[in-house]
């Protein structure tokens, strides 16, 4: 049950951080800065206590599965794009970018079958070609230069 | 005059073709592939579009939107899994032909239909628009802010199966929208103690992790096993099947007429263009038993109505400055930061730009036709690209693209936040239009709105004694009342 209220409090949550943001501007007149945004406050928690009451009355509204094994997977995918973010100013595009796709292909192949040496081969020619290829592209062609 | 010279002369540049072929051919592919969409490669060429002319950009643009919009069809046809959500009707027809061994008749039916549509669709754009911008230019801020009223509420009601949801998903890019300095006053509020924040969210960050990386996580999550077609479809001669568009003429132009009301809408895109468009060719034919076995006709309809409603989307942007749907939207920011403001003004100030659009639109339509006359028998090997090569490939585009925009670290986090927040929508079944609908009118909107009320010294009535204001008002109630009609009968019909 509480799975099923989480993203209708999660939202709730939001945007009470959000209200308590508004404090210093906090101005009821129609025309001022925070007229609007209290509205758009307002209205999410008219909507969100509506969809948690349906969500109690009728079961055949909520969510069964909003955390499947799946999201683990974006977890992975999430860890290394974070990685790939953090390391892209300090290592470069093409080192960044030759691991990261590397990773993400392995990772990617190894969900249906088990990895071989011809994936690891096939990988390595694509995360480093094409990273490159595009280094060269936007240095070489429209003249901008990559990290 | 003047200015569709002006605007002629700057299309027929070599590089604008060239982008033009490049975008029809980045379309295509994008179309035929499973789980990518035409909004997906529109919004990672965006970046590329920053470095490019304005007209060069467009060319790109709209080359993948109009390619991507009909090869999604391919697929939809030979595997029966649209390339794209605008291919979903044609998949009904077209697969059925497939399986009677027609597949390769089916896709020719469907490119000539859809480059009909695209020709169809320029040529309302370039006689609606104009009427509609002259009209446009009287409008003050009573009336603009009805009509962003009732263009949020299209989008928000006709967007998703929940009202409730849309509304939720339009607060939270309402609420985005209202991040930094206040348009109005330049009170810096809702930075949240980020500094970054002061200048709000930019656009495009916004659009390719709500848009580009979401979509991606979703495919990552899903595991698709895409089936391979058949490399072994016939394609008959292209100019055999003109016949089709000569028999059901009638077809051609009732779908034509579809597209073009429903992509002046709101909210409502090629999807639901080529569904009213199918279901109006099988209520009118002469044959309705063919229907559901694989009918030639129903290709016609849905192909043409989707294709039309890639000019048509225009209308609203180009004469009112509302996007009306997220390709649009993606546009519409294409042309702003190269300084075109899309709105009645750009046709008094930048004529020429918005002749060349028409121009682009038509010669978009021609060009696919050539490409595919060459290109379809290599359309199956498409779908035979790994996904574990692609996805990867276009994580780091999103990346790269998102980068390119300020080089700033800070747009990364923002566009990976936003690509969270994108997939757990997603999966909740948040309509995402709404989101971005409202994060882009927002601005405008309270704009416009806090400044009727202060011409107006705080008065509401002045939106109920402007014809124009009233009338969209009225509208928007109409909208309104349709819609819940519509869905409390559904409701009534299921229980």
Known sequence: MFLNLLPNLILIGFFSLYFWELKDIMNYEVTSSAFLPMLSVLVMYILNIIQIIRKLINKSEQIKTLFTKDDLYLLIVLFLVITYIWVLSRFGFIISSSFFIFLLTVFWRSRRKPIDVGLLISSIIVSIGF?????????QIVKINLP | MEKFLAGLEMILQVKVILFLGIGSLIGWVIGILPGLTVTLGVTLALPISLFLQPLEALALLIGIYQSGVFAGSISAILLNIPGTPAATATAIEGNLMTRKGEGGLAVNVALISSVAGGIGGAIALTFIA????????EFGFFEITSILIFALMGVILISGDSIIKSLIAASIGFSLSTLGLD???????????????????????????????????IQFTKFNKVKIAS????????????????????TVVRSIFIGIFIGALPGAGPGTASFISLSEAKRSSKEPEKFGKGAVEG??????????VCGSAFIPLLTLGIPGDVITAVMMGALMVHGLRPGPMLFAKQGEYVFGIYILLFL???IMFFFNCILLPFAVKITAIPSE??????????ILGTFLINR???????????????????????????LLLAFILGPRFEVVFRQSLFVSKNSFLPFLTKPISLLFLVLTFITLFVVLRRKWLEKRSTT
């Open chain 2, 299 to 308: 290709i016609i309809a849905t192909e043409t109505a989707n294709n039309t």
């Open chain 2, 183 to 217: 348009p109005v006053s330049g009170i810096v509020r809702l930075t949240f103690g980020i500094p970054r924040l002061i200048a709000g969210i930019s656009l495009l960050p916004m659009l390719i992790g709500l848009f580009g990386l979401s979509e991606i996580f």
């Open chain 1, 131 to 139: 990273p490159v290829s595009i280094f060269y592209f936007f240095g």
């Open chain 2, 408 to 434: 700033q670290i800070f747009d990364l986090w923002v566009m990976l936040v936003l690509g969270v927040l994108g997939y757990f929508l997603r999966k909740l079944k948040y309509p995402l239009p709404s």
């Open chain 2, 364 to 366: 978009s339509a021609v």
């Open chain 2, 130 to 137: 104009p009427l509609i911008a002259k009209i446009a230019v």
């Open chain 2, 389 to 398: 090569y692609l996805y990867p490939v276009l994580v780091m585009l999103c």
């Open chain 2, 231 to 250: 490399d072994k479809t016939q394609f008959p001669s292209i100019f055999s099947t003109f016949k089709y568009l000569v028999k059901y003429y009638k």
